[in-house]
Nanobody, 113 residues
Framework: QVQLVESGGGLVQPGGSLRLSCAAS????????MAWDRQAPGKERELVAS???????NYADSVKGRFTISRDNAKNMVYLQMDSLKPEDTAVYYC???????WGQGTQVTVSS
């Protein structure tokens, strides 16, 4: 059974930082591209960042230079370091296995003063 469990969301002031974590189980983690999406209220879900098995990364233009995706294959973990957060980053963030039906439950990130 595949499980993806996100953690690390919360309330942060503009300009602050958060680090999201995603723990994967039930898959051969190291061979898959992993990704983070987000969905803000009233908006469509959008890709935030992805990382391949070879650790090549891709970012949405809106987060380039502020967010960093990484992975630890030994621990079956993928991370999203979010710096210089803006109110428009407020959303539910989801971890998932790219091109699959495997998604986490999401973690809320709220950027507000």
């Amino acid at each position: 059974q595949v499980q993806l469990v996100e953690s690390g969301g919360g309330l942060v002031q503009p300009g602050g930082s958060l680090r999201l974590s995603c723990a994967a189980s039930g898959i051969i983690f190291s061979i898959y591209t992993m990704a983070w999406d987000r969905q803000a209220p009233g908006k469509e879900r959008e890709l935030v960042a992805s990382i391949t098995s070879g650790k090549r990364t891709n970012y949405a233009d809106s987060v380039k230079g502020r967010f960093t995706i990484s992975r630890d294959n030994a621990k079956n973990m993928v991370y999203l370091q979010m710096d210089s957060l803006k109110p428009e980053d407020t959303a539910v963030y989801y971890c998932y296995v790219a091109n699959s039906r495997y998604w986490g439950q999401g973690t809320q990130v709220t950027v507000s003063s």
